[in-house]
């Protein structure tokens, strides 16, 4: 039998934003796409960074953030560090939203995360149009985008669970 009496409660409490990105990360680079639905994968782990950032702010931390991101180049194949650029954009934007409208309603919360994941579904096609050097049909980017937006309110409603539960907050105060 392992023994993990050493590992700190708190500790594994902290990283259940990071571990659910990285969830979401394999498994959006591992889930083949049908054929003739090219970029139409959600962007999930995008839709957890978002969602953990706007509830935890800056306590989601930007090392994290960015391992995470050259995790996804690693499994994706793309440049390293396109992803990590993409994830500390988003994570600097959410942020700079998150506390220039504290204490909004939720529907509030959902306009911001979509605004972000619009501004990031942006910043990612330059980033294909530049490494490509072709130009995307705009009927895949806006399904693409619009997929990725209406998952939102489901994984919402997910990691609000997961927060709830594990009561997260009480454990980022501590810091």
Do not use: C
């Not at 706007?54 to 396109?82: A, C």
């Not at 988003?90 to 504290?102: D, E, G, V």
């Not at 579904?121 to 330059?126: C, V």
């Amino acid at each position: 039998m392992i023994n993990l009496s050493f590992i700190n409660k708190a500790f594994i409490y902290r990283k259940i934003p990071f571990f659910s990105v990285l969830i979401f990360n394999f498994m959006s680079a591992t889930i083949s796409v049908p054929a003739g639905f090219a970029l139409n994968i959600p962007a999930i782990s995008i839709i957890s960074i978002v969602f953990w950032i706007l509830h935890l702010g800056t306590h989601f931390n930007k090392y994290d953030i960015f391992f995470l991101g050259i995790l996804n180049d690693i499994l994706v194949g793309t440049p390293l560090g396109s992803f990590s650029l993409i994830y500390i954009l988003i994570s600097l934007l959410a942020n700079y939203l998150k506390y220039k409208t504290t204490g909004r309603n939720s529907i509030f919360h959902f306009l911001i995360a979509f605004f972000i994941i619009l501004t990031s579904d942006i910043i990612f096609n330059i980033t294909l149009i530049i490494l490509n050097q072709q130009m995307p049909s705009l009927s895949y980017i806006l399904f693409n985008y619009l997929l990725t937006i209406s998952l939102y309110p489901a994984f919402f409603i997910i990691f609000r669970w997961i927060y709830d539960i594990t009561k997260l907050k009480k454990y980022y105060d501590e810091v």
